[in-house]
């Protein structure tokens, strides 16, 4: 006698039409931003009974990127800048695994799991809300010596990073292994990359304090960066007023750039600067997930799924894709505020995005029109480090405190759950009374590393030559004589 296991989400070995189903399934794939909100945001119009939800994605949490940079200088724990998916998607199953094939005309996808075999699942609809990966490029070097910065591990091995070579360095004579130590380079002058290197400069200033041997004078930040500004959202005026603060900081920014190689840490940019640097890090620009080409989903010339106005799939002509829905960075959505324009990869419209997605969907599956999407930007805040930032809102132009105060505030409103919210003003209130944690975690990303060396066989011992031992006898007759 064998019972009968009740149906959880599909999972198939063969591509096959979804089965007729009571309740229609729902699959979300990417617990970003747009997966992560247009799962709660369903969830919350519709009963279970109105709709089955799952979210799939490589990790077990969404990651709130605008708070990256001050988890890696140390501001903000990096676990307060993430959301588990099973803890506040309450009524949402979640798988942990890849998507690797989409197969819309079957409605089904393939997910490969961190352990275990490839397998399908099934759906009536399909939201792509895959977000974005680094957008790399065949440079000799970058992909051995390089780290992006769009995930919280590489925020936290980022940290690390700086830290550890600042202890190394410290420890070492060679004038030459001091400045590689010390010189760290970051490529691309977005919102991610001056941020980042704004926060972990002041960071590596505030720690160079503890260390007698090292000066700030010794470090070295440069920004390199391929356009003729930086920050291009805020315009000339602000951007300006950025890269003037960097300068004032002793930050060099190349403009007009390009890293031409970086192999074993050596830089080589494409205006003949050469110069060798330990730390590299990758921030020039996104490029839709990659894993869309191998569907069958109609894409722009960039990439990115061809989107209607109600956040709809559709081909060129317009005609609408049943069953498909995407938002995001990996979505071309138009921007009606901007006609002729598409919506910026911004943290801004993807969260409005997703939840103007999540209603839409509702009111589909209670037989009702979907409406269009259309959000006026409200403007741009970027942090320059502990109480320093710029601002464009509303077409008023804050610099220094206030424009760090707004970026603040903007961004804690802006992250999900009370429970977080509460965890980051609690950090940043501790940072306003203690001193920053300026702690590596050496050996965080090999943990293994010492009980491999306590488990290693011990080197046997080299036998005593017999040459060596006519001296010491010589030695011990003539004290017995």
Not at 232 to 258: C, W
Request: aromatic share 6%; with cysteine; net charge neutral.
């Amino acid at each position: 006698m064998s019972a009968q296991t009740p149906e959880a989400p599909a999972v198939t070995t063969e591509a096959r039409p979804a089965k007729e189903r009571k309740v229609p399934r729902v699959v979300i794939l990417g617990g970003g931003y747009v997966g992560f909100y247009t799962a709660l945001r369903l969830r919350r119009r519709l009963g279970k009974r109105e709709a089955a939800i799952v979210v799939v994605d490589p990790r077990s949490y969404m990651t709130y990127q605008p708070f990256l940079p001050e988890a890696a200088a140390g501001a903000l724990e990096p676990r307060h800048v993430v959301v588990s998916h099973r803890r506040e998607l309450k009524g949402v199953d979640t798988l942990t695994g890849r998507v690797t094939e989409i197969r819309h005309a079957d409605r089904t996808v393939t997910i490969t799991p961190t352990e275990g075999q490839p397998y399908d699942i099934t759906y009536d609809h399909l939201v792509v809300a895959l977000g974005s990966v680094a957008r790399t490029l065949p440079i000799p070097g970058l992909a051995e010596q390089a780290i992006g910065f769009k995930q919280v591990e590489e925020a936290i091995a980022l940290r690390n990073d700086v830290l550890n070579k600042l202890d190394t360095a410290a420890s070492t004579w060679d004038p030459e292994a001091r400045r590689r130590l010390l010189t760290f380079t970051f490529v691309g002058g977005g919102f991610a990359g001056i941020e980042a290197i704004a926060e972990v400069e002041d960071m590596a200033r505030a720690a160079v304090g503890y260390y007698d041997s090292i000066s700030p004078e010794d470090l070295r930040f440069v920004m390199i960066e391929g356009s003729a500004r930086i920050l291009p959202e805020l315009g000339d005026e602000m951007g300006g007023y950025a890269l003037e603060q960097l300068r004032k900081r002793n930050i060099e920014v190349h403009l007009s750039t390009f890293l031409s190689s970086c192999v074993d840490g050596h830089v080589v940019t494409s205006t003949g600067v050469e110069f060798d640097s330990a730390t590299i890090v990758w921030t020039a620009g996104v490029k839709a997930n990659p894993v869309l080409n191998d569907s069958d989903l109609p894409l722009d010339k960039m990439g990115r799924l061809n989107a209607l106005p109600t956040l709809q799939v559709a081909h060129e002509d317009g005609t609408v894709v049943e069953g498909a829905w995407t938002a995001g960075d990996c979505a071309a959505v138009p921007d009606l505020a901007n006609p002729g324009s598409y919506c910026s990869p911004s943290a801004q419209h993807a969260v409005r995005q997703a939840r103007h997605l999540g209603d839409n969907l509702g009111r589909f599956l209670r037989s009702a029109e979907p409406t269009d999407y259309e959000h006026k930007h409200v403007g741009t805040v970027a942090s320059l480090g502990l109480g320093k930032g710029v601002a464009q809102v509303y077409g008023i132009k804050l610099r220094g405190w206030p424009a760090w105060f707004m970026h603040r505030t903007y961004h804690m409103a802006q992250m999900p759950t009370f429970n977080r919210k509460v965890r980051i003003v609690l950090d940043w209130t501790l940072a306003l009374l203690f001193r920053r944690e300026l702690v590596a975690l050496g050996r965080l990303h090999d943990p293994r590393a010492d009980f491999r060396d306590a488990s290693a066989a011990p080197r046997p011992k080299a036998a005593q030559k017999p040459a060596d031992k006519a001296p010491q006898a010589e030695k011990v007759a003539t004290a017995a004589s």
